[in-house]
């Protein structure tokens, strides 16, 4: 129960920032992996560990009748269980709407923080659950680095998919459409160049704009790669030595189709 209750915990944390200080849920999102990706980079130390509990191995590289994963089996009733809520119930609709229109939801009677709580919660137990799965693939043979960019491909997947990352648009077979596509377009372009992986027909790139009050922009490039982490771009340097305040926060994902990550 270990990695559920820390995923449940980190998840916690974020819906709190994102709901109670009303802080951009991207931004969140984005710097919970880098800070999260950090300590555990920082306690891993770049060695091994082996997990031995059958059930993890079992999760993530077992196969039904020696045919399809146990992993993608539990992938795909997951799917339809969450697009039949989004699709067919009162909370479903709740959710859209809170993501959406929170102050709307709020004068018609939803609480846009309990469904936060909820959809985060959701959010943290499955990523807890893919965290074994990936255990198990590896037969409980974990490197620290493990899934180190997979939020990236998790972005792809979304922005193919027409999802809003604030919340309120988005189908799940669309998602799930995203999904496929990112696969079939690293199995068609995936090479290896020297020890690194090479995805030849998806790159992504993030860029986070920060604007303070005298219009002086301050860019952050975020793409994935096995040598680049973050890259501070400043557009322009401020002259003034007042403490700056922040106005704006603008967000742009680009995703490049024909490039190589």
């Not at 709901?19 to 991207?26: I, V, W």
């Not at 680095?145 to 990352?165: L, Q």
């Not at 975020?222 to 002259?239: D, G, H, L, M």
Request: a positive charge; charged letters at 10%; hydrophobic letters at 50%.
């Amino acid at each position: 129960l270990m990695p559920f209750l820390a995923a449940l915990m980190i998840g916690l944390f974020q819906v709190t920032l994102i709901g109670r200080f009303r802080l951009n849920p991207f931004l969140i999102t984005l710097a919970g992996w880098i800070i999260w990706r950090s300590l555990k980079q920082y306690f891993g130390g770049g060695h091994y560990f082996s997990v031995t509990k059958p059930e993890y191995i079992f999760l993530g590289y077992a196969r039904i009748a020696g045919t399809i994963h146990v992993s993608t089996t539990i992938f795909l009733a997951l799917t339809i269980i969450l697009w039949f809520i989004l699709r067919f119930t009162k909370l479903g609709t709740w959710i859209a709407a809170v993501g959406s229109a929170p102050d709307t939801s709020r004068r018609l009677g939803v609480s846009p923080g309990k469904i936060r709580l909820l959809v985060h919660t959701v959010a943290a137990l499955l990523a807890a659950l893919t965290g074994v799965f990936y255990v198990g693939q590896l037969r409980g043979f974990v490197q620290p680095n493990v899934a180190d960019w997979d939020i990236f491909k998790a972005f792809i997947a979304i922005a193919v998919a027409g999802v809003d990352i604030r919340g309120g648009r988005g189908r799940v077979p669309n998602v799930l459409g995203g999904v496929i596509f990112y696969g079939l377009a690293r199995g068609a372009g995936y090479a290896t160049f020297g020890n690194q992986n090479i995805i030849g027909m998806v790159s992504t790139t993030c860029y986070i704009t920060v604007v303070d009050q005298y219009g002086r922009e301050q860019t952050i490039v975020i793409q994935p790669s096995y040598k680049q982490y973050a890259v501070w771009t400043p557009v322009q340097r401020a002259a003034d030595p007042t403490p700056p305040t922040v106005t704006s926060i603008q967000v742009k994902l680009d995703i490049i189709t024909w490039g190589v990550a």
